[in-house]
């Protein structure tokens, strides 16, 4: 683990971006290369910050060529699995393949799964034992509508989906865990929850994972803020004692935005 010049990391910061249904192969190699470019032409230190990208299934292979074959540091991930790993499942990926094309993470529980797709909690739990079965990190994705939002119940209703979601999981595994917090209202909808909202999740999800484990376990798991991240707000964000990196969507497919988030630290001087 190293630490971040503002002094308030032992967790390594992630910077995360999730391309969602965008990007073909072609398309998302050309992103790579320039993102790869932009961080090399500013000596970015990836041991400092480390940066990953979540393409669609159809880009992992060439990701992974570009990747071996220029030595880049940056980590990728798929952007769901299976809850198995092999049999008649049309249509559904298993964590070994990912595990084989190289993948560092998976996203588990993306909002746009939860809603989309009507993805169960039950179902959730079942996708992160698949994912450390098959030794790929899984990066959970829990948070709120604008109703509950409203209603005052957003920490409540966040922590039992941790709860959930988390259900069998043992210490070594929730440590090695990263739980993005994505309000469903703040996702590409311009609306950012502020850096206090961002704050106030993490610290109950990081008191919650204390309270099923124990604070060592609790120091360890990463929280992340996603939901209309941008390189304007992302020092801020990231500024919060709790928040160790950011899940960032539509500014990950605009090298220059993704660069600057990448780089916040240079902004957390000037704050
Ligand atoms: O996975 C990323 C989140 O859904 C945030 O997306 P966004 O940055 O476009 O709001």
Redesign the pocket.
Known sequence: MTTSTNGKFDRTPLI?G?W?MNMDHVQGITLLQKLAWTLKDAQHDYHRVEVAI?PPFTDLRSVQTLIKGDKLEIEYGAQDLSPKDSGAYTGDISGQFLSKLGCKYV?VG???RRTVHGESDELLNEKLKAAYRNEVIPVL?VGEGLEIRQSGQHVAHTLEQVRQDLAGLDAEQVSALVI?Y?PIW????GEVAGPADAQEMCSAIRAEIANLYDDAVAAKTRLLY?????AQNAASILKERDVDGV??????LDVTEFANIVRFEQHLVTD
């Open positions: 995360a999730n969602k979540f996203l993306h909002s746009e994705c993005a994505e703040a996702i590409g909808t996603g939901g209309s991240v941008k899940l960032v969507g539509g500014a990950s």
